[in-house]
């Protein structure tokens, strides 16, 4: 390389060098603080010189913060009802059954099917012979209709539960009792009904004015003496279509007589894995293990399920995970492209006041000024657009839980995510336009202005 060549690329890099210290030469905090306010007042300005142009740039920010917003407050929402729906019976409650609550695939149903019932002995060895555990309580259950008069409704469930699952479940009573322990023994029939029986078999009345009254299940009359507290309805299916009876006399109405869910509960949180592990060793030592084949592979299974409602909200937050994933990864796209749009309106704004830059610069204004002018503007549009996409996320959100009947949420860490990601996304679209403006040399800029 010749010597010219050389010293012009060192004035070249000498000069630069200098520019680039001078945008980021330190300043007084307090003149910072007013620079920053006057150059965030003069991108608001800016801003609403071209509405519908800042419109149509904030609506790609706004439809992708809205859509983070809105699923993960519906998801949270959802998370919370099944929390809550699921853990109803406590931290020191778990069950014990033929067939897990969930089954994920066709080799587990298979092993299912071939498994014996949990039965009424099982749950007398359990109840007998775990020391951690405090209450044992079991039922069955079959769909039937209900009748009273005229009115009748369909695919009830029918539930047959001893006396000790009231409080094991903590079963609470809206009006009239529990069914005594002679009553049960001697398998009256008596009954408990819930706020759909209410609603669809006694034309919504008053839980009070039932107690006394009749319904009829397959035949059999059993008159009315509770009503139990509503429960709600999750995933948009009511948990309060379901009649009550003695467990003795279930085995006299329900036609098919199905493996028994036998609920254990401890005195303790503490003692839950102790307990758990002593009924598995009971119902081992009642039954052993039994081989299963699934294809071509012989493999050994327990022949019953031991596990807690922790189980069922491990894998519905797996699901809700892979949505969480899902709709990121749609909304990232959104605000890629409303980056995208944001960098181009910033670099139509430069072009389209080129002479502005260059007068500024020729009274005085420094690069850096110039920087962080289109730099803020980018910023402010972004934050904005993710500003009201956080509103628009909450309100879609708030108006589908309230449809749905979930609980209504304000997450303040969704708020800073929506806005701290538009800003992001505002400074990494508006530093290239920002630089363009920067480094116009005055004259050059006055004259193409």
């Not at 039932?210 to 059993?222: A, Q």
């Not at 009315?224 to 009550?244: A, E, K």
């Not at 990494?428 to 004259?447: C, D, F, K, N, T």
Request: hydrophobic content about 45%.
């Amino acid at each position: 390389m010749s010597e010219n060549k050389l010293v012009k690329a060192g004035a070249q890099w000498k000069n630069g060098k200098l520019w680039r210290e001078k945008i980021t030469a330190a300043m007084p905090f307090d003149k910072s603080l007013i620079l920053f306010q006057s150059i965030f007042l003069l991108s608001l300005q800016n801003l609403r010189a071209n509405k519908l142009r800042t419109f149509l740039t904030l609506l790609g920010i706004i439809v992708g913060v809205a859509a983070i917003i809105a699923v993960v407050t519906i998801i949270e929402g959802l998370n919370q009802t099944v929390a809550q729906t699921f853990s109803a019976k406590g931290s020191n409650v778990f069950t014990l059954s033929k067939s897990p609550s969930v089954i994920t695939s066709r080799e587990e149903m298979i092993k299912v099917e071939k498994r014996k019932d949990v039965t009424v002995s099982d749950a007398a060895a359990v109840e007998r012979s775990c020391r951690a555990c405090w209450r044992v309580g079991y039922s069955a259950q079959g769909l039937e209709m209900v009748k009273h008069a005229d009115n009748l409704a369909e695919n009830v469930s029918i539930r047959g539960i001893t006396h000790s699952t009231f409080d094991i479940e903590g079963v609470e009573i809206e009006s009239g009792r529990r069914w005594t322990s002679s009553e049960a023994d001697s398998g009256y029939p008596v009954a408990l009904i819930g706020s759909d029986i209410l609603k669809n078999v006694f034309n919504d009345a008053y839980p009070e004015s039932v107690i006394g009254k009749t319904i009829r299940v397959r035949g059999s009359v059993f008159r009315v003496i509770g009503t139990v507290v509503p429960l709600g309805s999750i995933l948009g299916v009511s948990r309060d279509n379901f009649v009550l009876i003695p467990y003795q006399t279930s085995q006299k109405v329900l036609p098919r007589r199905e493996s028994l869910v036998v609920n254990v509960e401890v005195r303790d949180a503490a003692d839950l894995e102790a307990a758990k592990d002593q009924v598995t060793t009971i119902m081992r030592a009642r039954r052993g293990k039994i081989t299963t084949r699934v294809g071509d592979k012989k493999e050994e299974d327990e022949g019953f399920t031991v596990e807690t409602s922790d189980v069922f909200i491990g894998l519905y937050k797996d699901a809700t995970d892979n949505i969480y994933l899902v709709t990121i990864g749609v909304s990232a796209i959104s605000l890629v492209v409303g980056g995208i749009v944001v960098m181009n309106i910033m670099l139509v704004s430069v072009t389209e006041r080129t002479k502005e830059i260059g007068l500024r610069k020729a009274v005085g204004a420094r690069r850096r000024d110039i920087l962080w002018q289109f730099l803020m503007e980018a910023v402010v549009v972004a934050s904005t657009g993710g500003l009201i996409g956080v509103f628009v996320g909450f309100f879609l959100a708030n108006a589908i839980s309230f449809l749905i009947g979930f609980p209504q949420l304000f997450n303040i860490w969704s708020v800073i995510l929506g806005v701290g990601v538009s800003s992001f996304v505002g400074i990494v679209s508006g530093i290239y336009p920002a630089w363009q403006a920067a480094v116009l040399h005055p004259i050059e800029a006055m004259r193409k202005g």
